[in-house]
């Protein structure tokens, strides 16, 4: 089925409305003109989103437009991230969002691009020379929104000033832990007033006691991910701890709907009481059992209001995935993961512009479905 013309007309009419807030940040109408063609690419059916075909499909002879865009054009793709939060908070707010901490490679080949390594992407499910994007998802009934990313700089390149100026990479960039990258991003966040019912992570951000104590601090509430001997306490491990649970402690509950159906899996918490909390708050340790094979078994730290139910918890722990989903949305659908940009700045400015095509993407979604109208399935064509 094809779009309806009213439909077609709206979606037009709402990418204006991103034209519209994009336009302050570029002094001049050459690279204002060329960032809304290379947005409309990013939601076309262009195959790869590169430079070179970007540009042919917006009539360009060749790509030093788009590569200009990108490497040298006078804009801030940190004061673009910005007015996202503000877009998304616009047209995608919920209350019971979870903003969810993880990463994803971007597996390339040679030496010269920003950041890149031999390293661990779970895209490629082993260590690959790649680069690693950390990101802030936003996850909503709506669907999940990237909100923030961040570069990760391993340590070899920190440590070599040389092939840092060679990348664009500021002199003063350092190698920052992953932990400390969330921190930041989600510090950014909830300034710019986006709010979420929960924190979520996998063990790489759970591990980190400061990211915990952060989030604690601002009482917010999280479910996070931590490894199997992750201290609990003075001395015994997590999996020590779950090892002495008795059967009758453990419930089934679905972790949401998956690819083919419900997550069932059995889960069981115990209340902690290691160090004081603000009056009204609990942690938890919380384990996640499969169905099927018993001995594999996930661990988190919870912290949220003394009245939370474990149901709430599960939903909490099971929003996680989004981001997986959020991550394939936008690398089939609107070209994350198709740039040809070496350089720090070309990074950040076509992820950037990407996470606000799978934002507007994600709200044109949502407003159809408000309205009961044509069901969006694959990529635009504006």
């Known amino acids: 089925m ?9 979606w037009a009419d709402a990418l204006e409305g991103v034209a519209h807030v994009l336009a302050p940040h570029f002094e001049r109408a050459e690279p204002r003109q060329r960032a809304m063609r290379y947005l409309r ?8 989103k590169n430079g070179w075909q970007l540009a042919e499909w917006a009539g360009e002879t060749t790509p030093d437009g788009m590569h200009r865009l990108l490497n040298t054009a006078h804009w801030n793709a940190d004061q ?25 490679g971007f597996l390339k080949k040679g030496e010269k691009s ?9 895209t490629a499910g082993k260590i690959a020379n790649c680069q690693i994007g950390v990101f802030v998802a936003y996850a909503t009934a709506a669907g999940p929104v990237l909100l923030d990313r961040e570069l990760y700089l391993p ?4 440590a070599d000033r040389v092939r840092c100026q060679e990348a664009g990479i500021p002199d003063e960039q350092a190698t920052i832990p992953k932990p400390t990258m969330a921190k930041q991003m989600l510090d950014r966040a909830f300034a710019h007033g986006v709010q979420a019912a929960w924190v979520t992570g996998d063990t790489v951000y759970g591990g980190d006691s400061k990211l915990r104590m952060w989030l604690e601090g601002r009482q917010q509430p999280y479910v996070l991910a931590i490894p199997g001997n992750q201290r609990v306490g003075l001395t015994t491990g997590a999996a020590q701890v779950v090892a002495h649970w008795d059967d009758p402690i453990w419930q089934r509950r679905s972790a949401g709907e998956g690819s083919q159906g419900p997550r069932w899996y059995d889960w069981a918490w115990q209340a902690l009481e290691f160090r004081r909390l603000p009056e009204g708050w609990q942690q938890w340790l919380l384990a996640r059992r499969s169905v099927s094979q018993p001995d594999e ?14 149901d709430e918890v599960v939903r909490a722990a099971g929003t996680r995935w989004q981001v997986e ?31 606000f095509a799978l934002a507007f993407l994600t709200v044109i979604k949502a407003e159809a479905r408000k309205k009961g109208r044509h069901s969006i399935k694959g990529r635009l064509k504006i």
């Open 297 to 310: 078994i996930a661990y988190y730290f919870v912290f949220a209001p003394a009245s939370v139910t474990l």
């Open 41 to 48: 690419g990013l939601l076309s059916s262009v195959e790869r």
């Open 2 to 10: 094809f779009p309806a013309v009213e439909d077609l007309r709206e």
């Open 155 to 158: 340590t070899v390149w920190s």
């Open 114 to 122: 920003a950041g890149v390594a031999p390293q661990y992407s779970g």
């Open 80 to 104: 673009v991230r910005d007015d996202l939060h503000a877009y998304i908070l616009t047209h995608l707010s919920d209350p019971q969002a979870v903003l969810v901490v993880d990463e994803t």
């Open 325 to 355: 989903e959020g991550f394939e949305l936008a690398k089939q659908e609107v070209g994350l993961d198709e740039y040809e940009v070496r350089h720090w700045q070309g990074w950040y400015r076509h992820i950037t512009l990407a996470m």
